[in-house]
């Protein structure tokens, strides 16, 4: 007996037929952000890294590889593994790790790609060099500076001048640079106050690249910045790679902050969903709730009618599997005629939105175009 | 080239040694609140289905049944298919469904297991009984009323007797009985008002069961209540089922309010982490984040040392694939010996958590004793 369910979209479906709730890519916004990101970064020659643990799914990644960059992030080990099984040849992980099980997965992910990971104890720097040496591979490795997070990274001159002392110790390691990545800038509503927030990042990074140099060190890759700050980030003159992850596909909370330069990206990414229920005046209720959307950035903000003229819409509550969604300004409207209406609702937050599915429906007009897997889905150690 | 991740732990390995971030469950407790629940509902001459939406494991599921549950309840088809595939032979699906794959769900696991769904529109009912026709299936059919919950089902008799009127139609469709289902009762802190507005909810649903009976139609399932109002609910002289979920592993959430009746759930369900990063005083830094923990009903709020004794923490902060926790009473303690031990991690709301996983690693004592995967994982179409 096979009873799995069916799939929810073939290619060449209509969107109108695409099963609810499902992850949707628009792909001519998603296309203009890849297309528009490598060439901003390009010309200012500095390398993008695209960061994968956004979208989680290699036929993304080797997208952004053709459209030219140096390779990719990841954030964990374990997520690296899709994509190096894909093909992507060049591969970042831009944490810290500690565990046996996590120095075999670096030490067999470095027999297939070229591996760097970062580092903020000597700890870690020794037992992965003794790890890389059993197993015969060399990794590069990239201290994390702490440059405003407060959070992993070193904090003093010292310190990094410690590691960099601890890598030297190991034939099997190579210091390959820093990273320094402040998340908290990304978000910033305010388009100046984000600018100075990443420049005094810059210049934390540039103090200890200095640092490094006034001891002999020279220190050739700087990698950091997000979909928020890579704007300014490849102006810095200190980093010289960006890990922007959000900007292919973005979310309600970049959606929500200020662009007012140079770099514009749009939203490729909703989750199709299904008015379900519509028993009561003023109220409707779809089939996507908090096992189809992340919340932590708050509730979506945007929602649309994905087909069909209907009264505007704000989603009001998640509980696991429903959406309450409110019509705005008219709590005494009737609702009946809305069941079975679908609409597009814009996650808060698109990382853990991603994680929650199994596969992308990518659409251009009103058509089914591809269906990538999140390959990467679930990969957390 | 195979190349994917090791599994994070194998039976019979230390807890020690499990890969991290990993989903636990801790078969002592868990086992309790099988058998304590599953003897506390039959004393009360109720039916036990208990929800899989919680849990989403059919290897749970069928340990349910096997304790006595009359079947499950699943949120949404897509979900119910594992749970049919694995030998489940009677599936309540708790939810109102649109569309044409909906149909299609609907009627193919009928063919299967003995299927009931609910409804609250005259719409749904028509189209699931020509589905049902078509296919040549029947479907046991529960009106859901809303009990004041304020979400789906419907608000009044008049709507109940159309509803039902409309199922009689359909040959193809078997009017089984009402669902009332109170979710934001369910979490209600206060032991004595939780027990309160339980029984105003019994009361509505009961004068819906008069109102038919009125009509001369005999209600013979209500089904209905969940972790936080079971206890109340099988006494209530209404309901003749009930669906708790969390019962089985519990959360954050649920351990946070008070319980002053007979049961008893204990929490079995844990995350364990590393620390990964201790670079500052009174902080250290863990592996899992927003990938691993859903944050929809706040941080985690115990946090307890795995192995090791350590200092008190508190976990402040959930970024995608960290979390930041704070040394309790501390801010200037040294933290570098406190890289690479392993916490314990008490998710605040299981179900979307549960969500984000593969597989649980239940362990008894300090050694993993089974792996169980979470089939129905992401399926909530």
Redesign the interface.
């Known amino acids: 007996?096979t009873?799995?369910?069916?799939a929810?979209a073939l290619v060449g479906d209509r969107l109108a037929?695409v099963?609810?709730?499902?992850l949707l890519i628009d792909l001519d916004a998603f296309e203009a952000n890849l297309r528009d990101t490598a060439a901003f970064v390009a010309d200012h020659g500095v390398a993008l890294r695209p960061h994968a643990?956004a979208h989680k799914s290699s036929a993304i990644a080797l997208q952004q590889v053709e459209a030219g960059a140096a390779g990719i992030c990841c954030?964990?080990?374990?997520e690296a593994?899709p994509f190096?099984?894909a093909g992507v040849r060049d591969i970042h992980v831009t944490?810290?790790?500690?565990?046996?099980?996590?120095l075999?997965?670096a030490t067999?992910l470095a027999s297939?790609v070229q591996l760097s990971v970062c580092v903020?104890?000597v700890?870690?720097v020794n037992a992965l060099g003794q790890a890389a040496t059993s197993a015969g591979v060399t990794i590069d490795v990239l201290p994390e500076i702490?440059v405003g997070q407060?959070?992993?990274?070193?904090?003093s001159h010292d310190?990094l001048f410690e590691l960099v002392d601890a890598i030297a110790m190991h034939a099997s390691l190579r210091f390959a640079g820093l990273q320094g990545y402040h998340?908290g800038a990304q978000h910033i509503a305010d388009w100046v106050a984000r600018k100075e927030t990443a420049s005094r990042a810059a210049e934390r990074a540039g103090a200890f690249v200095r640092a490094l140099q006034a001891r002999g060190v020279r220190c050739t890759r700087v990698t950091g910045g997000g979909t928020g700050t890579f704007e300014f980030d490849v102006a810095s003159g200190v980093y010289t790679e960006v890990q922007p992850g959000s900007y292919a596909i973005m979310d309600g909370e970049y959606g929500g902050i200020a662009w007012h330069g140079a770099v514009r990206p749009r939203n490729s990414l909703f989750v199709l969903s299904?008015?379900?229920?519509?028993?009561?005046p003023g109220m409707v209720?779809c089939?996507?709730g908090?096992?189809?959307l992340?919340?932590?950035a708050g509730l979506p903000r945007a929602v649309t009618w994905a087909a069909s003229e209907g009264p505007p819409l704000a989603y009001i509550a998640?509980?696991?599997?429903?959406g309450?969604l409110q019509i705005i300004g008219s709590p005494d409207a009737g609702t009946?005629h809305l069941?079975?209406q679908r609409i597009l609702v814009t996650p808060g937050?698109c990382?853990?939105t991603v994680?929650?599915?199994?596969q992308y429906v990518c659409f251009r007009g009103d058509r089914v175009e591809a269906i990538w897997p999140i390959d990467a889905?679930?990969?957390?150690?």
């Open positions: 007996m009873l799995t369910p069916p929810p037929t099963g609810t709730p499902s643990k954030q964990k080990l374990s593994y190096a099984a944490n810290e790790f500690v565990g046996e099980d996590k075999l997965m067999e297939y903020d104890a700890a870690q702490d407060n959070r992993c990274g070193v904090t310190a998340g299904t008015i379900m229920s519509a028993t009561r209720v089939d996507v908090l096992k189809g992340a919340v932590d998640a509980n696991d599997e429903h309450k009946s069941l079975g937050h990382d853990p994680n929650l599915y199994d889905r679930g990969l957390s150690r």
